[in-house]
């Protein structure tokens, strides 16, 4: 499958019914194969990967995070940060009644007393401790019954604290759950317990039990519950974290992944206190009353006692990392600098997930990196495969298809940067079309990890995304050497003259997902002019997934006398590695050879204008740097005899890095003999976001005039500043709710006129309900919608917001008010309505969701006869788009578009001609608005045989999404809508 048709893909990501109920299957369909990797979300740090960095690189504590967290450092709590304080950590959630058991963990234990009201009781060693919710709830928020060996007390807020040594570094005494029942649950409840992984010979259940910190009750807000939480500092709940094997650690003497074990209490802290800043007090989230839940929501919280194999080996580990976070530009939360939410997970496949593909937004140190070590067989990760087969039947039911419905074809249709897939659709050969990112498969369908890297029924040919990698390298950049020193001799000015030798680095971006290792290249020319002296081959370092790289040793490069002046020489590239290849790319070298007697110009300083006027788009700081699109001027100096006039110049850059937009070439004022000019009509450049630091791009301006018998080559150099003088970028916003489908009542009944088939009609007044699930795992209370439109074919006429019931962890809830919506009668059959909703809860907000309605139906006869079947981004570094290569449209890029349309206006289209055009002020077409497209048979699809050059700026805000207006022959117009990835 070509990668084109991989991303080749509807803008939907929910469920589309194109049709009504399926028929029902005569013949079962063949079973489903899924293949994958690892175990966890993906995201962030990959806790068998980390064991083998440790275990076989001997890498720290620091280079594990730093790898899996990209730019981040280490920071020190109190010292680069606030001290924190204490955190709260929600034990158990709407509780009925608990049952506590005092226990002394040695002689002396220090007093221990309960407070509730104004009364406040000292416990003996052993007491037992009942709090039960009573029946007599006369207030609003539930009353509590306090028994305190066998005593019981008067009925009371469910406001209660247990205080004790807790916060001492040897706490005396601790509190087992010995009983705990849930207000939904079984009356008589259950002991707590919890399981430890770590105990010898195998896993067995412990007793839920808690020495450090300080324990509260604290009554829920919207049932008769109350919370049973935990106070406590920052490293005592580090020490009472179990989510890596604490044998890792071991042997104390030899190879171990002790560091590995520093990285996750690291993690862990940073974590924790990122969630409790961004939480706040909790005493506005009663709902919890907590800032931390104790399972995988957030961490797992173990508590006290979980003393198996290898448990003095983590304790080292959080002695040892005390106080430690990870921090990053990026990570503020009220203009204030706070640690990294550093997610982690068992496992990948090989390579992480970027939180766009995990989660929903993009954060700048969670990107796809390499994960080798974690598939390693040395580290015994038994998910670094595997594979799962549904029938046709539990597949769709899985999904949450009708009875009866079946699978019966199934594709990858987009990638992740990590070379899994990102979305999959799945139909059931009658209509229905199902879209699914990955991390929502996860769910549905009870998988391992959301990293699928293939499937069908049967599952043929390799992984559609590349899986670890088969797409080999391409050109990044040059440098050239021509200095005195080392093989090269020349003037020391960077470009390469005829008679020169230079010492020349080629620079390959590494196209695959996973690193490339044992990197070698062969360089070779048949140019008749240049020769390749010295070093055909050379090593190179590895490559890490979309990373780059450049030969060790440098290829020497003789620059015969007889090149002409302007000259490009061709150097063939061969780039083999452990993972693959040989690859042939093909490098270019300007030569400048201007005779003695040729007019003489000499290129002087440039000017950069990035600022927001014209077609510029940077920071306004007259330096170029990655991302931006900039304005140049080069004053060309005529250290020539002669007087030239009519001078006109053409700018050309010799660099994958770059393209040059607009004014490709450019008058400029007479240049007398000695006298210096500006070219009238700037060079619009748009320079890649991934260009590297400290890169130099080399150039040529081309001039002719009245009095040159043949145009002059003027070399330059164009220095890019990405270390420092990047673009700003603010941390994008984390959406923590995502719409998971809708409803559309259109019944005779209530606001709704229709015909009660439950899809949009035109001319129908619906009810719409909108469904919302979390995307964080943690829920979201006193949620809120507002609904808007710029579709002119809707209008909403009443309930433009509705309340929502609280969000859950898990699953999703229902508008309580209906939205109801009006469709026009005009609206063209398959037209596809767009609605935004801004979600607010006491969780933040507001959030913005783009949604699509499925396409409305009508039998007025107003067709869209050629209608949209999807679109592909190329935003690789050739042609004329710069990007990051992973087919989607994002800020600072310049994208090459095809789009996909149907023909169904009844007749053979035998050269439709399409002219794309956008009022969009973040969008600017740049090249081709007319595209033809094939021989369009009636019914068939296909895509512009000339792809629309779009530069997208950088300024665009999340989440929007551009229109476009398509028409063709200029008869039939279909809009088209562009989701632009901005975080």
């Not at 808690?210 to 509260?216: C, D, E, I, V």
């Not at 520093?262 to 989230?285: L, T």
């Not at 210096?676 to 320079?687: E, K, S």
């Not at 994002?890 to 149907?902: D, F, M, P, R, S």
Request: glycine share 10%; hydrophobic share 35%; with cysteine.
């Amino acid at each position: 499958m070509t990668a084109r048709a991989i991303a080749f893909s509807l803008i939907a990501t929910m469920l589309t019914l194109v049709a009504s109920q399926p028929a029902a299957a005569q013949v079962s369909n063949p079973d489903i194969t899924i293949q994958g990797g690892g175990w966890g979300h993906g995201v962030g740090m990959s806790q068998y990967g980390a064991y083998g960095q440790s275990l076989l690189d001997d890498a720290t504590a620091d280079d594990i995070l730093g790898h899996y967290f990209q730019d981040t450092t280490s920071g020190t709590l109190g010292v680069d940060f606030p001290d924190p304080g204490t955190i709260w950590v929600n034990l158990e959630r709407e509780a009925s009644s608990i049952d506590l058991a005092l226990e002394p963990l040695g002689p002396d234990a220090a007093p221990v007393t309960v407070s509730f009201g104004d009364t406040v009781v000292a416990l003996t060693e052993t007491s037992i401790v009942e709090f039960a919710v009573t029946d007599a709830e006369a207030d609003p928020d539930p009353l509590c019954v306090t028994t305190i060996d066998g005593v019981a007390s008067e009925p009371g807020p469910c406001d209660i604290d247990i205080d004790w040594d807790g916060f001492s570094p040897s706490p005396t005494s601790a509190f087992t759950i010995t009983n705990v029942a849930h207000h939904e649950g079984s009356p008589d409840g259950a002991a707590c317990t919890l399981a430890d992984w770590n105990a010898i010979p195998s896993t067995i259940q412990r007793p839920c039990k808690y020495s450090y910190g300080s324990l509260h009750i604290r009554p829920d807000d919207d049932t008769a519950s109350f919370h049973l939480v935990l106070e406590i500092d920052v490293d005592d709940y580090v020490r009472g974290i179990s989510e890596m094997p604490y044998y890792w650690g071991l042997p104390t003497d030899g190879p171990n992944g002790q560091a590995a074990l520093e990285a996750q209490a690291i993690a862990a802290r940073s974590y924790a206190v990122h969630r409790s800043i961004v939480r706040g007090d909790p005493e506005d989230r009663p709902w919890c009353h907590c800032q931390i839940y104790d399972t995988t929501v957030d961490q797992r919280y173990v508590g006290y006692g979980h003393v198996g194999l290898g448990h003095e080996r983590w304790e080292e580990a959080v002695v040892a990392t005390s106080g430690v976070v990870r921090a990053h530009p990026a990570a503020t939360f009220e203009g204030q600098a706070v640690p990294v939410q550093t997610f982690y997970g068992s496992s990948t496949f090989g390579r992480t997930e970027p939180s766009e593909v995990g989660f929903t937004s993009a954060v700048p140190y969670l990107i796809s990196v390499d994960d080798h070590w974690g598939i390693d067989p040395a580290v015994g990760n038994p998910r670094a495969t595997w594979t799962v087969v549904f029938t046709a039947s539990e597949l769709a039911q899985s999904l949450g298809w009708p009875d009866g419905s079946e699978v019966a074809g199934v594709d990858i249709v987009s990638c992740s940067p990590s070379g899994a897939a990102a979305e999959v659709r799945f139909t059931d050969g009658d209509g229905l079309v199902d879209t699914r990112p990955t991390r929502n498969l996860r769910t549905a369908l009870g998988l391992r990890s959301p990293q699928i890297t293939n499937i069908g029924n049967p599952v043929t040919g390799p992984p559609p995304c590349g899986g670890l990698g088969d797409n080999g390298v391409e050109l990044y950049g040059i440098t050239i050497d021509d200095g005195p020193t080392g093989d090269s001799v020349g003037n020391d000015d960077g470009i390469a003259q005829c008679g020169e030798t230079v010492e020349l680095r080629t620079t390959v971006r590494n196209l695959l997902a996973g690193t490339l290792t044992g990197v070698s290249m062969i360089a070779s020319s048949a140019d008749p002019h240049l020769a390749v002296l010295h070093n055909t081959s050379s090593a190179a370092d590895d490559i890490p997934g979309g990373g780059t790289g450049e030969n060790l040793n440098d290829w020497d490069i003789a620059v015969l006398p007889s090149a002409p002046d302007g000259h490009v020489g061709r150097i063939e590239l061969e780039v083999a590695a452990a993972e693959g290849g040989p690859w042939e790319i093909e490098a270019l070298l300007p030569i400048s050879c201007l005779e003695d007697n040729a007019p003489t110009l000499v290129a002087g300083p440039l000017t950069v204008d990035d600022g927001p006027t014209g077609d510029s788009d940077g920071n306004n700081d007259g330096i170029a740097a990655c991302g931006e699109t900039v304005e140049i001027y080069i004053p060309l100096t005529n250290d020539g005899d002669s007087d030239l006039t009519a001078v006109i110049a053409a700018l050309e850059i010799h660099d994958p890095a770059a393209t040059v937009l607009h004014n490709t070439t450019s008058t400029y004022p007479s240049l007398p003999s000695g006298a210096t000019g500006v070219n009238l009509n700037d060079w619009d450049v748009v320079l890649s976001p991934n260009t590297p630091a400290g890169h130099v791009m080399s150039a040529t301006v081309t001039v002719d005039a009245a009095e040159l018998s043949e145009p002059v080559a003027v070399p330059i150099v164009i220095d890019i500043d990405c270390g420092t003088d990047t673009l700003p970028v603010d941390p994008p916003p984390t959406i923590p709710v995502t719409i998971a489908g809708h409803v559309i009542d259109d019944g005779v009944r209530g606001d709704s006129v229709g015909n009660n088939d439950g899809l949009a009609n035109c001319g129908e007044t619906i009810e719409l309900y909108i469904d919302l699930s979390s995307t964080t795992g943690a829920s979201l209370a006193a949620t809120s919608v507002t609904i808007a439109t710029d579709d002119p074919l809707l209008t909403i006429l009443y309930n433009t917001s509705s309340p929502y019931p609280t969000v859950p962890e898990t699953g999703s809830v229902r508008n309580s008010n209906d939205f109801d919506i009006a469709i026009s009668p005009a609206a063209p059959h398959g037209h596809e309505p767009g609605i935004r909703l801004t979600v607010e809860s006491s969780e933040g907000g507001p959030w913005t969701l783009d949604y699509r309605l499925p396409p409305i139906g009508c039998d007025n006869g107003v067709v869209e006869a050629i209608t949209f079947a999807g679109l592909v981004v190329d935003d690789g570094v050739r042609g004329d788009s710069i990007g990051d290569n992973d087919k989607r449209a994002e800020c600072g890029e310049t994208i090459e578009l095809y789009v996909a349309l149907t023909n169904q206006t009844g007749q053979d289209l035998t050269s439709p001609i399409a002219t794309l055009s956008t009022s969009d002020p973040y969008l600017t077409l740049l090249y081709n608005s007319d595209s033809p497209y094939p021989v369009l048979p009636d019914g068939a699809t296909a895509e512009n045989t000339n792809d629309w050059d779009f530069r997208i700026s950088a300024s665009t805000p999340p989440g929007h999404v551009a229109v476009l207006d398509i028409q063709t022959s200029g008869v039939w117009s279909t809009t088209v809508s562009l989701p632009i990835d901005c975080g």
